[in-house]
């Protein structure tokens, strides 16, 4: 393949590469999410005044419910990511980046503040009588959560610069019609330019012979001399 075709497929390669980049980190965030989600964060302590002590343990979707919805919303990006370009393709990069926020804030409020024991015993449903004797955090799912956030965040900048060339879904999807379009103004440019195997494949596929120039319509013979009508016979 000629060297003048390098250039334009370089965009192409680099658009690749980071699309590729953006979904492992959308995948890895998401992971983080539902992982931390079915882990437990809070253990709260409680006693009646009638039994012995009960410890409710809270699991990342009770403590923040929102974790499973926001890694759901991660893995519905990465489809999304293969089918959008342009300006929506950084729109769905700002979602990711809000989506990282959202999911972070608990985390942080966690490992900074810790557990009150009002939020505890509401989100453990304790009966009225029963009061609080300690509450302990695990600060692993935290940081697990944390780790998602950035791995979303990583992947909004990646959309968000991801080249435009070749940004939506890959040509085998489009029409037969668009497919013909193309193949003919791929054959009209290619008088200008180097053919690609691309290029000739197109040109088949919408049933022209990449390998016959076109000529022109080649003007009718005279019969029997110049002077008389075409065709006239004497």
């Given at each position: 393949?000629?060297?003048?075709?390098?250039?334009?497929?370089?965009?192409?390669?680099?658009?690749?590469?980071?699309?590729?980049?953006?979904?492992?980190?959308?995948?890895?965030?998401?992971?983080?999410?539902?992982?931390?989600?079915?882990?437990?964060?809070?253990?709260?302590?409680?006693?009646?005044?009638?039994?012995?002590?009960?410890?409710s343990?809270?699991?990342?979707?009770?403590?923040?419910?929102?974790?499973?919805?926001?890694?759901?919303?991660?893995?519905?990006?990465?489809?999304?990511?293969?089918?959008?370009?342009?300006?929506?393709?950084?729109?769905?990069?700002?979602?990711?980046?809000?989506?990282?926020?959202?999911?972070?804030?608990?985390?942080?409020?966690?490992?900074?503040?810790?557990?009150?024991?009002?939020?505890?015993?509401?989100l453990?449903?304790?009966?009225?009588?029963a009061?609080?004797?300690?509450?302990?955090?695990?600060?692993?799912?935290?940081?697990?959560?944390?780790?998602?956030?950035?791995?979303?965040?990583?992947?909004?900048?990646?959309?968000?610069?991801?080249?435009?060339?070749?940004?939506?879904?890959?040509?085998?999807?489009?029409?037969?019609g668009?497919?013909?379009?193309?193949?003919?103004?791929?054959?009209?440019?290619?008088?200008?330019?180097?053919?690609?195997?691309?290029?000739?494949?197109?040109?088949?596929?919408?049933?022209?012979?990449?390998?016959?120039?076109?000529?022109?319509?080649?003007?009718?013979?005279?019969?029997?001399?110049?002077?008389?009508?075409p065709?006239?016979?004497?």
């Amino acid at each position: 393949m000629s060297d003048a075709s390098e250039p334009a497929r370089d965009p192409a390669r680099a658009g690749r590469r980071r699309s590729m980049i953006a979904v492992l980190l959308l995948a890895v965030a998401a992971v983080c999410l539902w992982g931390a989600s079915r882990m437990t964060w809070v253990e709260v302590t409680s006693s009646d005044g009638l039994g012995e002590e009960r410890t409710s343990v809270l699991v990342g979707g009770t403590w923040a419910a929102a974790l499973t919805p926001l890694a759901l919303t991660l893995v519905a990006a990465i489809a999304a990511s293969f089918a959008v370009k342009g300006w929506a393709l950084r729109v769905l990069g700002v979602l990711v980046a809000v989506v990282a926020v959202a999911a972070a804030v608990p985390a942080v409020g966690l490992l900074v503040s810790g557990a009150s024991d009002d939020e505890a015993a509401r989100l453990a449903e304790l009966p009225g009588r029963a009061e609080v004797q300690s509450v302990s955090v695990h600060a692993g799912p935290a940081v697990l959560v944390l780790v998602g956030a950035l791995a979303a965040l990583a992947a909004a900048v990646e959309l968000v610069r991801r080249p435009r060339v070749r940004a939506g879904l890959s040509s085998k999807y489009d029409s037969p019609g668009a497919r013909r379009d193309a193949a003919k103004k791929a054959g009209a440019d290619s008088a200008d330019g180097p053919v690609t195997q691309r290029m000739l494949w197109d040109a088949l596929d919408a049933g022209e012979d990449p390998t016959v120039e076109d000529k022109k319509a080649e003007p009718v013979d005279q019969v029997d001399g110049s002077d008389e009508d075409p065709g006239t016979r004497t």
